[in-house]
């Protein structure tokens, strides 16, 4: 911390009569921290995103996305919606098995679970899912609006269409979940 006169013995005789501080040792302290305060400015005032999250507010954000992405998309609003990008977040296993019908025509593919370990197990991060989506090379864009997918819109837990749809919103993008490839297919017609 910068001392002030309060942490300079008898601080009165270390100043002179215009206000400033004395050529002493507290002066070299003082343009010392000053310094040091400028440099740390310089090298973190870019990070200040990174910096100014707290813990406690992503995690109610990302509870408040889930809360609102675990019901599955509205069918106007789905239609309403100008060239969305499809994600089909299922595993390989159950792309092949069709669990939830085959996938749309066009839909990437982004695994949801990280290590194929499942949402259990390990949570996939909002920074994690936005790797997979470059390592994909999705487009990362304000522009359209994403719809995840996975086995089924409708269930007891969270699907990860509803994960997937969330972390996109803490994110700052346009999502929704679309529950599985069939419900958005007999919404959005056979052709996907």
Known sequence: CIPNQSSIPKAYTEFNKDGTLKDSPYRSRVVDVVDELFKYTL???????YLLQRFSERKSAEEKHLKETTKVIDPEVLKSLKDPVFLDVRSTREVEADKGGKTLKGAVRVPLNVDRNPQNLHRTTAEEFRQKLLD???SLTKERAFITFCTSGKSAYISRGARAAALLRVMGF???NGGCANELRSVLGAEF
């Open 43 to 49: 090298l973190l005032r870019d990070q200040q995103p």
């Open 174 to 176: 346009e999502a929704y």
């Open 136 to 138: 994909l090379g999705v």
